[in-house]
């Protein structure tokens, strides 16, 4: 019986255009990293960076899946934040993988135009060079999520999908998984299972405690391994400028 491909659905993309993205600055000024690179938001995403690097003792390359539990607490502007920090270590190279094939928005916030990207990458429609673009900052890449599938899970939770996370990990020196709110679907959980590690992330004074404990614990449950939190917008003196 022949192999049934995923149906993709929704408006088709065009193939990404070699090198268009590398000179289209980054514009939003969520993307401290680049706007704001001696505040304290910056310094706070190079100290999850350091961590994340500590718990990582042999140095081996390394896929995390980075979600919340529910929309709107800033995992893909922290996903963007930490893959810059990232970036500023010699060596290392990042790919930003958008893995939220509902509502994608790596590339929106990277000013750069939809192109084919994860979802024909699962279809077998494109390759990994195909797919993979360079952006401004040195060392970051992106995989955009490409044209929206009927069933997202059904292309996120196969083997395909961990035989890509395998090669792609074996290019580069971290993947960081931008995915859907763990709590609305059930992708977080499939990808989380498969990554080297989770981050869960947190903005301060909205999201319940009980919304944070049950996402973990689900994520957990399902075989995900929880590295911690990133909290985002607490409210901390921004001392940084006494030491510039």
Request: glycine share 10%; hydrophobic share 40%.
């Amino acid at each position: 019986m022949a192999k049934r491909e995923p149906n993709l659905s929704g408006p088709g993309f065009p193939p990404a255009v070699p090198e268009e993205s590398l000179n289209v600055p980054i514009r939003r000024e969520e993307i401290a990293m680049v706007h704001s690179p001696q505040g304290l938001i910056a310094e706070q995403f190079r100290g999850l960076r350091n961590s994340i690097q500590a718990m990582n003792t042999d140095g081996a390359s390394h896929t995390l899946v980075v979600t919340s539990a529910l929309p709107g607490e800033g995992k893909t502007v922290s996903t963007l934040n930490l893959a810059v920090a990232m970036a500023e270590v010699p060596g290392l190279h990042v790919l930003v993988l958008d893995a939220d094939l509902h509502n994608p928005s790596v590339e929106k916030f990277l000013g750069l135009p939809r192109r084919q990207g994860l979802s024909e990458l699962l279809s077998g429609k494109l390759t990994i060079d195909q797919a993979v673009r360079g952006t401004s900052i040195e060392g970051v890449s992106i995989l955009g999520a490409g044209t929206p599938p009927r069933n997202p899970s059904e292309l996120l939770g196969s083997d395909r999908m961990k035989t890509v996370m395998n090669r792609l990990r074996q290019r580069f020196s971290y993947v960081l998984i931008d995915t859907p709110a763990a709590l609305n679907v059930s992708d977080a959980s499939l990808l989380g299972a498969m990554a080297d590690g989770i981050l869960l992330v947190v903005r301060m004074g909205s999201t319940a405690r009980y919304h944070v404990q049950r996402t973990h614990n689900t994520l957990e449950a399902l075989g995900g391994n929880v590295l911690g939190t990133c909290l985002i917008d607490a409210n901390q003196p921004d001392i940084s400028k006494e030491y510039s």
